[in-house]
């Protein structure tokens, strides 16, 4: 009967009836671990819920008492800061460096091991590696060469204006490998014979690069423009190890949302006000990701 | 219209002879850029070469920079492997990072194929949903997780640790991304053949897109092995710990004992290098398709 | 394929084990949860053995989380309910636990506010809230002077005569700070930083000596921002003048590293900071009461880890954990904690022996608990950052002292008015 039935199926009422059948797993899993603790969030950021008392509705007071907080408006600016400088910045390097190495053929795997290198350690090491780095005389790496070439020591992240950028370069250094291998991955899955074709056809190399590789890297493209926005917008690690405390200072100069909801959220235990602003930063991913596709048209 | 896929190493098909692809003679300008990458790629390692040089070291002489320590040691090490719970922590992390990266592999694998070979109703509704799991900080999921692990008795189990990262909206947005690069055409050729829509992801679509699929398991396997925040909450038995919990133990109060922890950094960097150097030979791995005449 | 994956993970769940064997019907199990810090774990595991020999009724479970995650972790275990009986936490939070409905007050046929009164040192009296206590610390800590020999001696100083006051302090950190010929520090007389314990020193000790107070007796009002708080400041600021100071803040990125380095002077730190310089070969440091006002008076601001007893613990529970709680508290405890974890006793008793008020390490800062206040924080991580953010506004905007110092207050203010207006 039942086959009787399937049979009777157009064929893509068939594909559209596999397709369910192999989402059911996702579908519950989505559903359960990740949709419901998110619808959750949102309901959360109606109350004033603090962990342990009894939460009560507390209508937009939460939203409300956002639109007048300077710190949460200091730090949504952050938070685009990062994006902004981040994104374009890394995937530029990441294209330039994944389409020569491509080229290269003398130790290319030890090159490209370099580049993923630092994508494989902790998070934490790296940052305080980092940290010091940026450290004045006398033991400052980048402060020394500075003052070895004559220049003026700077104060990087003990300054309101070169913290931000300071901690961007570790966490653009740190996605760098993945978006290599990503790009390289992609490049790959090109086929060869329509590059034969482009050179049957008498295409230069730049030629080729704009008319061939980016049109048909343009699903890898669109995959890194979106996770590493994503990636961006939600920076927390870098920030939280390489500032004094983790307090995204000096002056909350550094500070992205991430940290703003975690330090509302496990240190004044104020999970209505976190809930609230992880909404906010939930539609702006959301919208930043719809704009993405659309404009790079992805299906 | 037949259609065939054969993978072939790119390296291997063709005259491989110089510093680059292709047979083309050397010229200054390229050997300028293989300068530039190499010197490149030696900037960015100098952060974890100053890592393993810490480690290397005894705790009064670390805040001197310097890469070569004046007095090498591997006090660090010995008292790091000494405590018998960092071998345990080392086996707990690798157990759960290999299994989620199976499952991972597996399930965004299928339904990233799903989403990009499959013309349904909701298709980027659901697409879409899936994304969004990325949206939602870590932070503001571990209590309700937390709430739902004490509910059905999996705090303190590796499930616990594991279950909320079974499948993830990333990989099944880059499988997607993948699978944009196999024809239809191998598809339907595939379905006159007879095959059923399993086989036709497993046995045609999955072997094209294995530079894909080694990059995934690279991807969540690292992202296993440096996760953090929910392992701590999960966990209560130091049994359970995984590597960067336990790491964290080296955080005291008002100080923190960075020579050991560069130390455990070092040492939780060598699977993760292992697994890399072992897929990374796949991504290189082009695929070359063949037969494809219009 | 799939079936094969599920029964994967089914088995790795068996194989999470669950928590140890069912308790006995007539044993009451508590559970105790502290951070991570070796001394401090094996010093609770022998009060735990000795504890339970003594009650056989009891058991207690000893969990430990590590330090800089141990606020994360509470705060997710406590809407679950699945958090300690009893808990170790810093002073500090106390009222933010209180607030969160997380603690019970004390039973006072146990601790009797008498007692507590008598034997505790004074400023143990902060853990009262509305006529109750709500925790006990097993061992105290103060602030002393930190100074490295060796530089005293190379600034041909006298490497055994640490300044006394606070003219004299400035005055050797002067000679101890070292420049490159551009004007860089390559060593400083004297560490700083809000972020260590510069923020308890500047509010407990120099608002005080400068003629202020920095909150009202009640604890609900902001008072530096009156008398002594502005010359407080300044002269906190002074020390870390671009061309004449004496330090800056993030010099080796924080003070204790600084120090420890050999390239700090002077340092202000805690009791438990001893440990880590017994162990820094080459360094050779004393340790001094802190430096006293040009009147000679002197202030020390003391801080201490308690226990508390959450509201999970009912019955016999609540029980079990008061006659647990009693005993870390007991004076056997404290001096089992200072052998082992090198803690200075939170009764006085047991604190002001002779051996201990003589001892060349611990004898500063045992004296210093004798004229120390402890702040009664509200939320000391959002406190902390106003001192931090004071400092930094003068520093790195060019703001005046006064108005920097009006803002930190001002917001203070609004904390402590958010928490005792609710």
Sequence with gaps: MVTGFYHRMSISQKLAMWAWIFLIPAVLFYSIIRFYPTFNSFWISLTDWDLLSEANFIGFENYARMLQDPVFWKVFGNTFAYLFLGTPISLVIAFVVAYYLDQVRFMHGFIRALYFIPFLTTAVAMAWVWRWFYQPVPIGVFNNVLSALGMEAQPFLRSTTQALPAILAPAIWAGLGFQIVIFMAGIRAIPDSYYEAARIDGAGKWQILREITIPLLRPTIVFLVVISSIGFLRIFDQVFNMTPQGDGGPLNSTKPLVLYIYETGFDVFDMGYAAAQTVVLFLILLVITLLQLRLLRAT | MTVQATPVDAYESGARIGLFRGNKPIRPGRIVMWTLLLMGGIAMVMPFIFMISTSLKYPWEIYDLRLIPNEPTLENYIFVLADGRFFRWFLNSLLIATLTTVSVVFFDSLVGYVLCKFDFRGRWLVFIAILSTLMIPTEMLVIPWYLMSQSFGWLDTYWGIMFPGIMTGFGTFLMKQFFESVPDDFIHAARIDGLNEFQIWWQVAMPLVTPALSALAIFVFLGNWTAFLWPLIVTTDTDLYTIPVGLASFSVEAQVQWELIMTGASLATIPTLVVFLVFQRYIIRGVVLTGLKG | ?422
């Excluded at chain 3, 880890?305 to 019955?315: D, F, L, M, P, Y």
């Design chain 3, 1 to 422: 394929m799939k079936r094969t994956l599920a029964a994967l993970l089914g088995g790795t769940m068996l194989a999470g084990f669950a928590i140890g064997p069912a308790a006995a019907q007539d044993v009451v199990e508590i559970d105790y949860w502290q951070y991570f810090f070796q001394a401090r774990v094996d010093a609770i595991d022998a009060l735990i053995e000795r504890f339970e020999d003594a009650n056989p009724d009891i058991r207690v479970n000893h969990t430990h989380f590590p330090y800089a995650d141990y606020r994360t972790r509470v705060a997710a275990a406590i809407p679950a309910g699945e958090g300690p009986d009893v808990v170790q936490l810093f002073y500090g939070w106390l009222f933010d636990y209180i607030d969160a409905g997380l603690l019970q007050p004390l039973p006072q046929d146990v601790f009797p506010h008498g007692e507590i009164e008598a034997e505790f040192f004074p400023m143990v009296q902060a853990m009262q809230v509305d006529g109750e206590y709500y925790a006990l610390p097993t061992a105290v800590r103060s602030l002393a002077l930190f100074w490295n020999k060796r530089m005293f001696d190379q600034a041909g100083l006298d490497p055994d005569d640490p300044p006394e006051t606070l003219d004299e302090l400035m005055e050797v950190a002067a000679a101890l700070t070292q420049r490159d010929r551009a004007g860089n520090l390559t060593a400083v007389g004297m560490t700083a930083g809000m972020t260590a314990q510069d923020h308890h020193w500047w509010r407990e000790v120099l608002v005080r000596q400068f003629g202020g107070q920095p909150y009202s007796d009640d604890n609900t009002q902001v008072t530096y921002d009156e008398a002594g708080g502005l010359e407080a400041l300044e002269f906190y600021l002074g020390m870390l003048d671009p061309e004449e100071g004496v330090s800056a803040i993030g010099f080796m990125d924080e003070p204790q590293a600084a120090f420890r380095a050999g390239r700090a002077g002077m340092h202000i730190d805690g009791s438990f900071r001893l440990g880590a310089l017994r162990g820094t070969r080459g360094l050779q440091w004393g340790v001094a009461e802190l430096p006293a006002n040009a009147d000679g008076v002197r202030f020390n601001f003391s801080s201490y880890w308690v226990n508390g007893i959450t509201r999970k613990a009912e019955g016999p529970k609540a029980e079990a954990s008061a006659r647990f709680l009693a005993y870390i508290t007991s004076e056997e405890a404290m001096q089992l904690w200072l052998e082992v974890v090198g803690e200075l006793p939170a009764r006085q008793a047991a604190a002001l022996t002779e051996a201990n008020l003589a001892h060349p390490e611990f004898g500063p800062f045992i004296r210093g608990l004798g004229y120390a206040n402890a702040t009664t924080f509200v939320s000391e991580g959002q406190q902390r950052q106003l001192m931090v953010d004071m400092i930094d506004r003068v520093l790195l905007e060019d703001m005046s002292p006064a108005e920097s110092l009006q803002i930190a207050a001002d917001a203070e203010q609004a904390l402590l008015d958010d928490f005792y207006g609710n």
